[in-house]
Each structure stands twice: as C-alpha cells, then as structure tokens.
Nanobody
Framework: QVQLVESGGGLVQPGGSLRLSCAAS????????MGWYRQAPGKQRELVAN???????NYADSVKGRFTISRDNAKNTVYLQMNSLEPEDTADYYC?????????????????WGQGTQVTVSS
C-alpha cells in the first residue's frame, strides 16, 4: 500500500505565503511524476503544477510566477511553495503521484492521491 500525506494548509491573508508538503510512504518501488491539484467549491478540479522525476516543472497559468513546485526524491516528498496568495487560490489542494509498486516481480503503476489539505486566502 502507498499513502500520500499532505500538510501545510491553513488560513492566510492575501499576499501571504504558504508551503504545502506531501510525503509518500509504503511499498514504493519508484515515484514518477508528482503534482498538485486544487478544487474550489463549485469548481472543477484543476492542475496547479506538476514535476517530473528529474525535476522538470510546469504550472497552470493562474499560478505562474507565484507558486513553485519542488521535490526531494530521497524523502519521497513534493512541495508547493505558494507566494502572493490571492483569494482565488482558496481551494482544497490534493497531491498526486504516479507510483510504481511491485506485485511480486511485476511492476504496476498507480495514480495515487493524498487526502487533501485546505487553503483559505482571506482577510
């Protein structure tokens, strides 16, 4: 089993910063791409940022220049540094990871999700 545990969410004022983290644990053979998604009330879930296993990142247009995704492969952890937060960033943020697990000697890839962490940007 693989578990993704997110942390770092909370309430912050507009213009403030927040750092999310997501640590993967369990029977992990390899972690590929990791990413952050968010879903605001009444809105569709959207990709915020993702990062490949070798560190290539891309971002949604709405967060470019404000958010930075990074990862620490030794810790099986992905981070999302959020600066200059806006009320529009308010959402539940979910970590995602493509994880290869070994079923006996058979490698299997799964798309795992964290439990979500709430980010609220408000005065």
């Amino acid at each position: 089993q693989v578990q993704l545990v997110e942390s770092g969410g909370g309430l912050v004022q507009p213009g403030g910063s927040l750092r999310l983290s997501c640590a993967a644990s369990g029977s992990i053979f390899r972690i590929g791409a990791m990413g952050w998604y968010r879903q605001a009330p009444g809105k569709q879930r959207e990709l915020v940022a993702n990062i490949t296993s070798v560190g290539s990142a891309n971002y949604a247009d709405s967060v470019k220049g404000r958010f930075t995704i990074s990862r620490d492969n030794a810790k099986n952890t992905v981070y999302l540094q959020m600066n200059s937060l806006e009320p529009e960033d308010t959402a539940d943020y979910y970590c995602n990871a493509i994880v290869t697990v070994m079923e006996l000697t058979t490698p299997l890839e799964f798309n795992y999700w964290g439990q979500g962490t709430q980010v609220t940007v408000s005065s």
